[in-house]
C-alpha cells in the first residue's frame, strides 16, 4: 500500500493551471526530496521533477514542483492535452529504507 | 543513448520461480545504482528493490524480503530480480530504471517494462 496520499483524479480545460497534491509523513516528505513521474497511457513513468522542484532537460517549465513539510505538490500551468497521464510523486522513506510512491492522480484534460 | 531493456517475464504458477533480466546500454552502468519497480495491472507503481553500484547496498521493500534477490553483473551491463515462492499478487509488469546517485535519488531512465503473470 502506499504511503503517500495523492488524489484519484485531477482536470482542467486546456490553459487551465491545475495542481495535484502528495502528503507523507515526518520519515519521507518532511525529510528527503520529492520527485515526481508522469506516465503516459501505455507507457513507462517518465521523471518530472526532482529535488522538489527542479526539471530535467527537456522538462517544459509549465511543470512545476513544491514542497512544505508533509506535503509536496506539482503544478501544471497552461495545461495542454499531451499532459493527460498519470502522475505521481515519490520520496525516500527513512523508517522503511526505501523508495515509496504516491498513490497516482489521473490528470484529464475536458 | 541510455537504454533499459527488461526481459524474462511471462506466465508462471503459484508458487514458480522467475529471473527478470535488464539489459543496460548507453551509459557506465557499473557507475549507478538500479532499481526494480513494479505495476499491477490498473494500480499505481510500487518500489521493490534497490542494489547500489558495487552491490555494496542492497534494499527490498518489507513485503517482498526472503522472497525476492537483486542482483546485478556489471561486466555485462545487466540488472536481475530472482523472484521464488510468486503469487497472484505479484502479477504486475516489472520495470528497471536508473538511479541518479543513491537508493533515495530520482529514477531518470526507465525500461518499458516486462509482465509478469502467476496464475495456475
Known amino acids: 500500500q502506499s504511503v503517500l496520499t495523492q488524489p484519484p483524479s485531477a482536470s482542467g480545460t486546456p490553459g487551465q493551471r491545475v495542481t495535484i497534491s502528495c502528503s507523507g509523513s515526518?520519515?519521507?516528505?518532511?525529510?528527503?526530496?520529492v520527485y515526481w513521474y508522469q506516465q503516459l497511457p501505455g507507457m513507462a513513468p517518465k521523471l518530472l521533477i526532482y529535488?522538489?522542484?527542479e526539471r530535467p532537460s527537456g522538462v517544459p517549465d509549465r511543470f512545476s514542483g513544491s514542497k512544505s513539510g508533509t506535503s509536496a505538490s506539482l503544478a501544471i500551468s497552461g495545461l495542454r492535452s499531451e499532459d493527460e497521464a498519470d502522475y505521481y510523486c515519490a520520496s525516500w522513506d527513512d523508517s522503511l529504507s526505501g523508495q515509496v510512491f504516491g498513490t497516482g492522480t489521473k490528470v484529464t484534460v475536458l | 543513448e541510455v537504454q533499459l531493456v527488461e526481459s524474462g517475464g511471462g506466465l508462471v504458477r503459484p508458487g514458480g520461480s522467475l529471473r527478470l533480466s535488464c539489459a543496460a546500454s548507453g551509459f557506465t552502468f557499473s557507475t549507478y545504482g538500479v532499481t526494480w519497480v513494479r505495476q499491477a495491472p490498473g494500480k499505481g507503481l510500487e518500489w521493490v528493490s534497490s542494489?547500489?553500484?558495487?552491490?555494496?547496498?542492497?534494499y527490498y521493500a518489507e513485503s517482498l524480503k526472503g522472497r525476492f534477490t537483486i542482483s546485478r553483473d556489471n561486466a555485462k551491463n545487466s540488472l536481475y530480480l530472482q523472484m521464488n515462492s510468486l503469487r497472484a499478487e505479484d502479477t504486475a509488469v516489472y520495470f528497471c530504471?536508473?538511479?541518479?546517485?543513491?537508493?533515495?535519488?530520482?529514477?531518470?531512465?526507465w525500461g518499458q517494462g516486462t509482465l509478469v503473470t502467476v496464475s495456475s
Open positions: 529535488r522538489n522542484n
Open positions: 515526518s520519515s519521507n516528505i518532511a525529510s528527503n526530496y
Open positions: 530504471a536508473r538511479q541518479q546517485g543513491g537508493a533515495d535519488t530520482e529514477l531518470d531512465y
Open positions: 542494489i547500489s553500484s558495487t552491490s555494496l547496498y542492497i
